[in-house]
């Protein structure tokens, strides 16, 4: 069995299986906040304190959980392909299973930053108040790409999928942009495989040529499919 360049995007719909909230609900909340209090540069210069605290508390969350048999699935894909995933979830969990190449769209939870120099990120698994400062003298903020700020890994991401020869979108609906562009830079003969219990067919997806489209969560669906892909 010959190996492919597989590149994997992750959305909120994997994470939940662990137990973690999707960042943002049909009601625009998370975890009870307006997005925008909490995920928001306006936010954070309204209520610095509120937005930290919110962060640390997720944080705190992200400590009781644990990988599921979606995250793990993919770990074994690794053994017989090369992998890429691509995720828009901020939590570690596909580090915790074992995946070695991880990208982050949207931050990662347990990392924080300067806010004046977006380079400067540390990582941290404790609460962060107002006065925690980084080494360049400045305020500490969650390193979390937040509503109406750039997305620094979308170009890294979109190189990725140029060359990718099997795309598996797991637990997203693709349909928010930057992220739901990304399969736009896929070949057009790579096999697109699209793993959600709810599937809705973006206006990119539904330009694939070869897409298959599985009608399950991420437990059920993810190593249903890598045991085909890995023929085991």
């Not at 990988?67 to 894909?77: E, I």
């Not at 995720?87 to 004046?116: C, F, M, P, W, Y």
């Not at 979308?154 to 562009?181: F, H, N």
């Not at 793993?195 to 669906?221: C, F, M, W, Y």
Request: charged letters at 25%; proline letters at 4%.
């Amino acid at each position: 069995m010959s190996r492919n360049k597989i590149v994997v995007l992750t959305g909120a719909g994997i994470s939940a299986e662990s137990g973690i909230n999707t960042f943002r609900d049909a009601g625009g909340l998370w975890e009870g906040h307006d997005v925008m209090e909490v995920a928001s540069p306006q936010g954070w210069a309204k209520d610095m304190d509120l937005v930290l605290e919110f962060y640390n508390l997720r944080r705190q969350q992200l400590s009781e959980v644990t990988f599921n048999d979606g995250h793990a699935a993919l770990v074994l894909m690794e053994e017989h392909h090369d992998v890429v995933i691509i995720t828009q979830n901020v939590d570690d969990l596909h580090e915790r299973a074992g995946s070695k190449n991880v990208i982050h769209l949207h931050g990662e939870l347990r990392k924080v930053r300067s806010v004046v120099d977006e380079a400067l990120i540390t990582e941290t698994n404790g609460f962060i108040k107002r006065g925690d400062l980084a080494t360049d003298g400045y305020q500490l903020r969650p390193h979390i790409v937040w509503f109406g700020e750039m997305v620094p890994m979308l170009e890294t991401a979109a190189k990725e999928l140029i060359d990718a020869e099997i795309v598996i979108i797991i637990g997203t609906s693709m349909q928010v942009y930057p992220a739901a562009g990304l399969v736009a830079y896929a070949p057009p003969h790579a096999q697109v495989i699209y793993i959600d219990p709810r599937p809705t067919i973006s206006h990119e997806l539904k330009k694939a040529k070869n897409l298959t489209v599985i009608e399950a969560t991420a437990t059920q669906g993810v190593p249903r499919v890598v045991k085909e892909l890995c023929e085991i």
